[in-house]
């Protein structure tokens, strides 16, 4: 489980459920590393600013991880951690490595609005 | 006071802005923190601490959730996400600090706690390629590039350890640096007083552009995974007008001593501190002097 105040995705069902059943949804997939860190700092400073929005995160190194990991948007990353966001479980979106704030909050504004 | 008032300006909610901020709503002044990433800075991906008095160990994640929250508790607005692009002098004891955003700020006193910032290749594709090739950190993603072409390029902090980490994962890894005079060694890995002109691929990075710094031999180099480990700089872009002639009192600065005494404030790593430690009490540092300076104009 990641040290992160967020919340966590730990099964498989539980990430499809989710995505699934909600309409808009931001996955962190990663380590506690220095490029995941500020994604994850980033997404708890904008949980209540949107909050139609579910944002969680998933740890790179447990089985589920498998959910995002073998989507065809992940299969060229080559940075931690993959963050996708999906719109009635469809994904929209879908980045590599570290982001900004201000990256992150335009792809919500965009994608999401 | 309107909303977009207050007695204090902090940019920068690093841990020398925020232990500012907290120590000068302590004492009873009004205070918003304006930051244009995250709170914490750069000790949010730091492991563990293990150095900082009455702490035996915590995580620079966690360490900066509670001067977040202390910084709050004292009743410090924080603004994350808002870039200060510029910030004007506009009278005595008056300053305006204006967001990306398009709004603006005012207050009696700023302090300027922006810190340190990583220093990447400069190139406008290097955003292009983050994720897919470039990366910033050899222990995050060197997995990613087991038995393939890496390179690794600058020297700044953590260098050292990426070379050898990547050393066991990338075949073959060549190391750019960039100062010193042009030169490459026998085997064609090692190119001191190099620079890389530009990155190539088509989605993911597959080659780099080399061109010595008397700009008479070029390279290309292909590669999967190049590492960016150009160290940190001051980012005092706010700071450096200020150290020119001033416009309202028309007399240019000796130091930051002088500077503090028109009410602008430089705390932190600005201020030269360097450790977890140094920068924190800077902050509070600052803060008895931003509290001794609002309670002068007071006074009148």
């Known amino acids: 489980m990641l040290g992160t105040n967020l919340e966590h995705l730990e099964q498989k069902e539980d990430a499809e459920t989710l995505v699934n059943g909600s309409e808009n949804v931001m996955i962190s997939c990663g380590r506690m590393g220095p490029m995941c860190i500020p994604v994850y700092a980033a997404m708890e400073d904008l949980e209540k600013e949107y909050p139609h929005i579910k944002l969680v995160d998933m740890d790179f190194d447990i089985p589920a991880a498998s959910f995002i990991k073998s989507l065809p948007e992940c299969s060229s990353f080559m940075g931690l951690p993959f963050t996708v966001y999906f719109k009635n479980g469809k994904v929209v979106e879908a980045t590599s490595s570290i982001q900004s704030k201000e990256q992150i909050k335009e792809i919500l504004d965009h994608k999401f609005n | ?300």
Not at chain 2, 122 to 133: A, I, K, M, N
Not at chain 2, 181 to 194: L, Y
Request: charged share 20%; proline share 3%; with cysteine.
């Open chain 2, 1 to 300: 006071m309107d909303a977009s008032t207050t007695e204090c300006i902090i940019i920068g909610a690093g841990p020398a802005g925020l232990s500012a901020a907290m120590q000068i709503a302590a004492r009873g002044h009004s205070c918003t923190v304006i930051e244009g990433n995250v709170s914490g800075g750069h000790i949010v991906v730091t492991a563990a601490i293990m150095d900082y008095p009455g702490i035996e160990t915590i995580s620079g994640y966690a360490f900066s959730a509670i001067l977040l929250k202390q910084a709050q508790s004292n009743g410090v607005a924080v603004k994350t996400g808002h870039k200060a692009i510029s910030l004007i002098r506009t009278g005595q004891n008056r300053y305006t600090v204006n967001l990306d955003d398009g709004t603006a700020l005012s207050s009696q006193c700023v302090v300027l706690a922006t810190g340190l910032r990583s220093v990447n290749t400069g190139l406008p594709e290097e955003s292009d390629f983050s994720g897919r090739g470039v990366s910033y950190c050899a222990e995050c993603d060197g997995f990613f590039f087991k038995n393939k072409p890496v390179a690794i390029y600058g020297k700044g902090d953590g260098f050292a350890e990426a070379v050898e980490s990547l050393s066991l994962i990338g075949k073959p890894t060549y190391h750019v640096y960039p100062s010193g005079s042009p030169s490459a060694d026998a085997t064609g890995s090692t190119f001191e007083g190099w620079r890389i002109a530009a990155l190539e691929g088509d989605g993911n990075l597959s080659a780099i552009h080399l061109e010595s710094n008397d700009r008479k031999q070029k390279r290309k180099i292909e590669v999967e995974g190049l590492f960016v480990y150009m160290g940190k700089e001051p980012a005092d872009e706010l700071l450096k007008p200020f150290l020119t002639t001033d416009a309202v009192t028309n007399m240019r600065p000796l130091s930051y001593h002088d500077l503090a005494r028109t009410g602008l404030f430089v705390s932190g790593h600005l201020a030269e501190a360097e450790t977890l430690i140094e920068v924190c009490a800077s902050g509070v540092s600052t803060a008895g002097q931003v509290s001794k300076y609002l309670q002068k104009i007071e006074k009148g």
